[in-house]
Nanobody, 122 residues
Framework: QVQLVESGGGPVQAGGSLRLSCAAS????????MAWFRQAPGKERVIVAR????????YYADSVKGRFTISRDNAKNTVLLQMNSLKPDDTAVYYC???????????????WGQGTQVTVSS
């Protein structure tokens, strides 16, 4: 079993930056594909970014390309999401997720954190 704990969310003004962190425990971190998803009120949970086991392969949703960066540190069992140039549309609960395959659907991820709220004001 893998436990995931997110941190770093909060309120921010449009154009600002936040860095989300996800700490993993209880498993072999380097064997998991890691991803960030987000869910806005009344909307489905969608992928934001995904990173492969080694960190060499990344995927970004079109809506965040060029603004967000996902990274991981397998020695520290952490995955980060650097979010720059934030927009009000980025407001959502952000979830860290771990899975075994390079997928972008939420159904393909086995372990989830509790989520952290990001609120971007205009």
């Amino acid at each position: 079993q893998v436990q995931l704990v997110e941190s770093g969310g909060g309120p921010v003004q449009a154009g600002g930056s936040l860095r989300l962190s996800c700490a993993a425990s209880g498993g072999t971190f380097s064997t998991y594909v890691m991803a960030w998803f987000r869910q806005a009120p009344g909307k489905e949970r969608v992928i934001v970014a995904r990173i492969s086991w080694s960190g060499r392969n990344t995927y970004y949703a079109d809506s965040v390309k060029g603004r967000f960066t996902i990274s991981r540190d397998n020695a520290k069992n952490t995955v980060l999401l650097q979010m720059n140039s934030l927009k009000p549309d980025d407001t959502a609960v952000y979830y860290c997720a771990a899975g075994s395959r390079l997928q972008i659907r939420s159904e393909d991820y086995d372990y989830w954190g509790q989520g952290t709220q990001v609120t971007v004001s205009s």
